[in-house]
């Protein structure tokens, strides 16, 4: 076991990254997985912790504090009659599905590609929040047969590999479809749950270097930084949704744009070795 002293600085930037996700989740309703995944890893690189399975690390732990955080939310939404079930019993197959596919293909590539991965799908969810418009459409009704068949698994994997729930990709897609934005984060907040839970599992299973992961790390999950994530968005997400009352959140959400978009860009540039 680590001394105490060598979990310090561990801490005290997870105390911080964990804040400043629970406020951004509660102003914007962005999900967290979009904001912890290159938190943590800059903070394991600057910590010593660079390998390459440290984004394994970070996508696996932040699907675990998704978990947490996709159940309570869904269940505060379910009880408004918010949550389409409809979508979400249809759906679910096919992105547990991608879920567990996009475990495999994680868990069997390097970080940097991972890195890669997250920076170039990490701009297109920038570039969606920035300009993005409320009444853009694909169609009237959300798909089904064949589209819904090759819609749903890729949403899924799509998520693993950049340790998010299904807010990023499940939100967009269902607005396109015609779904009402309070309903589509409502049902969103079930992607989430179902991506997450088979990713997690998935997760606890892949073989890490002890060497090359922070102290108390599961499979791929860190425990430390699982527990203190959920402590503090559990008290500064409040905050957040305080703060969206008091003030118009639009023009932040697309400041946030920005900031997600320079740090996709970023992460793609280290990707890339420049």
Known sequence: MPPI????????????????AGVLAGLLGVGGGIVLVPAFF????????????????????????IVVTSLRSLSSHNKKGAVDWEILRTWAPGIVIGAIVGVLAASSLRSVVLQGIFGVLGMVIGLYM???????????AMPAGLRRAVMSPMLGFLSVLMGIGGGSFGVPVMSLYNVAIH???????GFGVIIAV??????????????????FTVGAVNLPTFAVIIAMTLISTPYGV????????????RVFAAFLTLVALNMLRKALGF
């Open 5 to 20: 002293a060598d979990l310090l600085p561990l801490l005290a930037l997870l105390l911080v990254i964990g804040a400043f």
């Open 42 to 65: 800059y903070a394991f690189s600057v910590l010593g912790y660079e390998s390459d399975q440290l984004m394994q690390i970070c996508l696996a732990t932040s699907l675990a504090t």
């Open 130 to 140: 920035g300009f993005g418009k409320s009444d853009w459409r694909l169609g009237d």
């Open 183 to 189: 309903r589509a984060v409502a049902t969103a907040a």
């Open 198 to 215: 088979p990713g997690v599992i998935g997760f606890l299973l892949v073989p890490i270097e002890p060497g090359n992961a922070p102290p």
């Open 242 to 253: 305080k703060l969206a009352h008091a003030m118009d959140p639009k023009p932040l959400k």
